[in-house]
Antibody, heavy 121, light 107 residues
Framework: EVQLVESGGGLVQPGRSLRLSCTAS????????MSWFRQAPGKGLEWVGV??????????EYAASVKGRFTISRDDSKSIAYLQMNSLKSEDTAVYYC????????????WGKGTTVTVSS | DIQMTQSPSSLSASVGDRVSITCRAS??????LAWFQQKPGKAPKSLIY???SLQSGVPSKFSGSGSGTDFTLTISSLQPEDFATYYC?????????FGQGTRLEIK
């Protein structure tokens, strides 16, 4: 069964850092791009960023709202994608989801259940 | 950035009804359009990609159409489990952008 499990969320003070993990199983992780999304309480879905597969250079793209603060990386040997979040702000409070992406244009097919990040003093 | 506009923002319907949700892109996105279903407190579920292709395991009661800037999600024979919020998303370019969502409620 294809599965994605996010972890690492929690309560963090503004200005601090947090690293989220997305652990994959049931498929060849290294063959896929992986994306992160978030959803603030009561709001819609927001794309955070993507990391392409190593075959496509493992390059990354980010939303303007997180560029320079968040970094996506991957460890294909462990089937894990990471979201390193620095200089956190209250507006980063959200449920964070990872997805498996496929196709030449990278559409999402599988979502994790999400992990909650709360940024508050 | 490409703006995605969904309509309506909310919709009331009865079990057995057929409903349609529209999504308009601010510029052409070919058929690089996906639809997602989200229930309260749950992760989104992928329904459709490439505007009209069903994700694996998604029942054929869901159908999508459109190309360019105008797209439609149609759900036939509504069942209680179909009442949820639906989002469209363009993946033609970065940043990926979503519509604001359509909340489908039981009448």
């Amino acid at each position: 069964e294809v599965q994605l499990v996010e972890s690492g969320g929690g309560l963090v003070q503004p200005g601090r850092s947090l690293r989220l993990s997305c652990t994959a199983s049931g498929f060849t992780f290294g063959d896929y791009a992986m994306s992160w999304f978030r959803q603030a309480p009561g709001k819609g879905l927001e794309w955070v960023g993507v990391i392409r597969s190593k075959a496509h250079g493992a390059t990354t793209e980010y939303a303007a709202s997180v560029k320079g603060r968040f970094t996506i990386s991957r460890d294909d040997s462990k089937s894990i994608a990471y979201l390193q979040m620095n200089s956190l702000k209250s507006e980063d409070t959200a449920v964070y989801y990872c997805t498996r992406d496929r196709g030449s244009y990278c559409y999402m097919d599988v979502w994790g259940k999400g992990t909650t990040v709360t940024v508050s003093s | 950035d490409i703006q995605m506009t969904q309509s309506p923002s909310s919709l009331s319907a009865s079990v057995g009804d057929r409903v349609s949700i529209t999504c308009r892109a601010s510029q052409g996105i070919s058929n690089n359009l996906a639809w997602f279903q989200q229930k309260p407190g749950k992760a989104p579920k992928s329904l459709i990609y490439a505007a009209s292709s069903l994700q694996s395991g998604v029942p054929s009661k869901f159908s999508g159409s459109g190309s360019g800037t105008d797209f439609t999600l149609t759900i036939s024979s509504l069942q209680p489990e179909d009442f949820a919020t639906y989002y469209c998303q363009q993946y033609n370019s970065y940043p990926r952008t979503f519509g604001q969502g359509t909340r489908l409620e039981i009448k």
